[in-house]
Nanobody, 117 residues
Framework: QVRLVESGGGLVQPGGSLRLSCAASESIGSHYIMSWYRQTPGRQRESVASVHSNGRTTYTDSVKGRFTISRDNAKITVYLQMTNLKPEDTATYYC???????????WGQGTQVTVSS
């Protein structure tokens, strides 16, 4: 069973930056999608950004120009660099890895990001 371990959340002031990391415990193969989602109480989990194994990236409109997703295949790790953070970015952030090898997806445990002065 692949485990995903997230890190990097915390409290930051508006306009600040954070970098989230999510490392897999073992290889998920060469065909995958690595994604970040976020969720606030009472709302559905929403997709924030994804990176495909071919390098293609996608972002939800509200984070375009502020967030950057990247991955390190050797470390089996996906990152989310978040800049110019806003209070509305406050949420629990989850990473997800969809693996063709395993025919399914794995989720991290979540990391809290709070943007407040």
């Amino acid at each position: 069973q692949v485990r995903l371990v997230e890190s990097g959340g915390g409290l930051v002031q508006p306009g600040g930056s954070l970098r989230l990391s999510c490392a897999a415990s073992e290889s998920i193969g060469s065909h995958y999608i690595m994604s970040w989602y976020r969720q606030t109480p009472g709302r559905q989990r929403e997709s924030v950004a994804s990176v495909h194994s071919n390098g293609r990236t996608t972002y939800t409109d509200s984070v375009k120009g502020r967030f950057t997703i990247s991955r390190d295949n050797a470390k089996i790790t996906v990152y989310l660099q978040m800049t110019n953070l806003k209070p509305e970015d406050t949420a629990t952030y989850y990473c997800k890895m969809d693996s063709a090898r395993y025919g399914g997806a794995f989720w991290g445990q979540g990391t809290q990001v709070t943007v407040s002065s």
